[in-house]
């Protein structure tokens, strides 16, 4: 089945410094890729998301990017904020297996002012 | 964005005891949801994936038996855990789909907090 691969485990960075988040996926069938902010106790939150057919979106500080041939893709946060700051997932899903999605393990992403 | 309520959000519950969480699309209809596992600090792992009117497809490890998923309509999946022990203790999160139309966005429900002691 897929597997999700999610680097850094922890990132620490200034207010107003860039932050970048690496996944990368197994299953070359996948084809919806989306990413996640989650705060303590609380759901998921989509924020951004990619299909394959894609190489790169953005939404204002946010933009990701997917290389399919290397099956890596990447969220880059511009700008950051403190309330930034929250735990991040990238995701894997596939049509053909009803999209289920499959999780990397997490970033969480500490923003200093 | 679409809204998908669960409860309870949290809930205690005595060894050896079942509880159930709902899961409902409010304003969709959900041909989809999933389940899921996060333990403290953890990433959400996917327990089965339930499609309305069949039955639930679980993961590997993932025991049916003590895991009962019902997907009676398409606004409300149900999980009962059986038979709860302490290792059980977790959030659990629904997340639903409608993928007719080809919309590929999942909504999650808030999640239920399960602590048995």
């Known amino acids: 089945g897929e597997n999700v691969e999610q680097h850094p485990s922890t990132l620490s960075v200034q207010e107003g410094d860039s932050a970048v988040i690496k996944c990368t996926y197994s299953?070359?069938?996948?084809?919806?890729f989306p990413w996640y902010k989650q705060e303590l106790g609380k759901r998921p939150q989509l924020i951004i998301d990619?299909?394959?057919?894609?190489g790169e979106k953005k939404d204002q500080r946010i933009a990701v990017t997917l290389n399919k041939t290397a099956k890596h893709f990447s969220l880059h946060i511009t700008e950051t904020q403190p309330e930034d700051s929250a735990v991040y997932f990238c995701?894997?899903?596939?049509?053909?297996?009803?999209?289920?999605?499959?999780f990397g393990a997490g970033t969480r992403l500490f923003v200093k002012a | 964005g679409a809204v998908v309520s669960q409860h309870p959000s949290w809930v205690i519950c005595k060894s050896g005891t079942s509880v159930k969480i709902e899961c409902r699309s409010l304003?969709?209809?959900?041909?989809?949801m999933f389940w899921y596992r996060q333990f403290p600090k953890q990433s959400l792992m996917l327990m089965a994936t339930?499609?309305?009117?069949?039955?639930?497809?679980?993961e590997q490890g993932v025991e049916k038996d003590k895991f009962l998923i019902n997907h009676a309509s398409l606004t409300l999946s149900t999980l009962t855990v059986t038979s709860a022990h302490p290792e059980d203790s977790s959030f659990y999160i629904c997340?639903?789909?409608?993928?007719?139309?080809?919309?590929?966005?999942?909504?999650f429900g808030q999640g239920t907090r399960l602590t048995v002691v």
């Open positions: 997340s639903a789909r409608d993928l007719r139309g080809g919309s590929t966005e999942a909504f």
């Open positions: 299953d070359s069938a996948s084809n919806y």
């Open positions: 990619i299909r394959s057919n894609v």
């Open positions: 995701a894997a899903s596939k049509g053909d297996g009803g999209f289920k999605t499959i």
């Open positions: 304003d969709f209809q959900a041909t989809t």
């Open positions: 339930s499609n309305e009117g069949s039955k639930a497809t679980y």
